[in-house]
């Protein structure tokens, strides 16, 4: 598990191309912003996450499947793997970002990745989440 990359992958790196080609600049995998999101736009307080289907669980996927051995060991560090993911959504739209998820499935077809970054980052909608709701947009 040692060579599996967790940033600069070939879905993260589709989307950046993408986006930077759609004319949008972002800074990558901020420190300080909880899960170290792989694209941040700052100035609109937005940003986008590229999950792979397996090691992220994207339900309904062909990819979400356990390896044939050590299933429970697999079970266990995927589902936990989700349960992060939850977290640092929670605590990113605590704090007021809003938050996309792509899947790796999903960079297969980047023309709809395109419309949907695009609407997600265009979207100047600034009313405030109700309180005690996630708010953001977070795909899953």
Do not use: Q
Request: glycine share 8%; net charge positive.
């Amino acid at each position: 598990m040692s060579r599996i990359r967790s940033k600069d992958t070939r879905p993260e790196m589709a989307v950046r191309r993408l986006v930077h080609g759609m004319g949008y600049r972002y800074r990558l995998h901020a420190k300080e912003l909880p899960g170290r999101p792989d694209l941040v736009f700052r100035p609109r307080r937005k940003v986008i996450f590229v999950h792979g289907c397996f090691w992220h669980r994207h339900a309904g996927c062909p990819a979400d499947r356990l390896p044939g051995t050590r299933r429970e060991y697999w079970r266990e560090k995927l589902n936990g793997n989700v349960r992060r993911d939850r977290r640092n959504v929670l605590a990113l739209t605590d704090m007021g970002w809003k938050v996309l998820v792509i899947w790796e499935c999903e960079t297969k077809k980047l023309d709809r990745v395109s419309e949907t970054v695009r609407a997600f980052l265009d979207d100047t909608d600034t009313v405030e989440p109700p309180s005690g709701g996630t708010g953001g947009v977070h795909r899953a």
